[in-house]
Protein backbone atom coordinates (compact mmCIF):
# COMPACT_ATOMS: atom_id res chain seq x y z
CA UNK A 1 0.00 0.00 0.00
CA UNK A 2 2.27 2.87 -1.02
CA UNK A 3 1.74 6.32 -0.45
CA UNK A 4 2.24 9.37 -2.32
CA UNK A 5 3.66 13.08 -0.81
CA UNK A 6 3.22 15.62 -3.46
CA UNK A 7 5.10 18.60 -2.52
CA UNK A 8 4.40 22.11 -4.36
CA UNK A 9 5.59 25.29 -3.54
CA UNK A 10 5.22 27.53 -6.45
CA UNK A 11 3.12 31.03 -5.32
CA UNK A 12 2.40 31.21 -9.03
CA UNK A 13 -1.15 30.26 -9.80
CA UNK A 14 -1.39 27.92 -12.72
CA UNK A 15 1.92 26.89 -12.30
CA UNK A 16 3.38 24.55 -15.05
CA UNK A 17 6.03 22.50 -12.83
CA UNK A 18 2.94 22.32 -10.15
CA UNK A 19 0.13 20.94 -13.08
CA UNK A 20 2.71 18.26 -14.15
CA UNK A 21 3.71 17.43 -10.38
CA UNK A 22 -0.45 17.19 -9.99
CA UNK A 23 -1.03 15.36 -13.21
CA UNK A 24 1.93 12.72 -12.08
CA UNK A 25 0.91 12.37 -8.78
CA UNK A 26 -2.72 11.32 -10.26
CA UNK A 27 -1.61 9.13 -12.30
CA UNK A 28 0.65 7.26 -9.54
CA UNK A 29 -2.50 7.74 -7.30
CA UNK A 30 -4.63 5.46 -10.46
CA UNK A 31 -1.85 2.80 -10.49
CA UNK A 32 -1.93 2.47 -6.96
CA UNK A 33 -5.50 2.83 -5.92
CA UNK A 34 -4.93 1.16 -2.72
CA UNK A 35 -2.19 4.14 -1.44
CA UNK A 36 -2.85 7.45 -0.06
CA UNK A 37 -2.37 10.70 -1.87
CA UNK A 38 -0.89 13.50 0.47
CA UNK A 39 -0.41 16.99 -1.18
CA UNK A 40 0.99 19.98 0.58
CA UNK A 41 0.78 23.08 -0.93
CA UNK A 42 3.82 24.84 0.87
CA UNK A 43 3.29 28.46 -1.14
CA UNK A 44 0.10 28.34 0.84
CA UNK A 45 0.37 26.91 3.64
CA UNK A 46 4.45 27.08 4.42
CA UNK A 47 5.46 25.12 7.27
CA UNK A 48 5.92 26.90 10.98
CA UNK A 49 10.04 27.75 11.57
CA UNK A 50 11.78 25.61 14.12
CA UNK A 51 12.06 27.07 17.22
CA UNK A 52 14.10 26.59 20.71
CA UNK A 53 10.76 24.53 21.92
CA UNK A 54 10.52 22.12 18.72
CA UNK A 55 14.36 21.33 19.08
CA UNK A 56 13.68 20.60 22.84
CA UNK A 57 11.30 18.02 21.51
CA UNK A 58 9.20 18.95 24.16
CA UNK A 59 5.37 17.94 23.84
CA UNK A 60 4.28 20.70 25.57
CA UNK A 61 5.26 23.44 22.74
CA UNK A 62 2.83 21.73 20.83
CA UNK A 63 4.26 19.80 18.52
CA UNK A 64 2.07 18.10 15.90
CA UNK A 65 -0.78 18.19 14.57
CA UNK A 66 -1.87 20.94 17.28
CA UNK A 67 0.93 22.92 16.11
CA UNK A 68 0.54 23.18 12.44
CA UNK A 69 -3.44 23.24 12.63
CA UNK A 70 -5.15 23.64 9.21
CA UNK A 71 -1.44 23.48 7.19
CA UNK A 72 -1.25 19.76 8.41
CA UNK A 73 -3.10 18.22 5.59
CA UNK A 74 -5.51 15.31 5.32
CA UNK A 75 -5.07 12.83 2.72
CA UNK A 76 -6.89 13.14 -0.73
CA UNK A 77 -9.07 10.86 -2.31
Not at 61 to 66: A, I, L, Q
Request: proline content about 13%; some cysteine.
Amino acid sequence: MPSILLLTASPRPGSFSTQIAVELAERLRAANPAGALLHRDLATNPLPHIDSGFTAGDPQTGRGPERCGSRCNPPVG
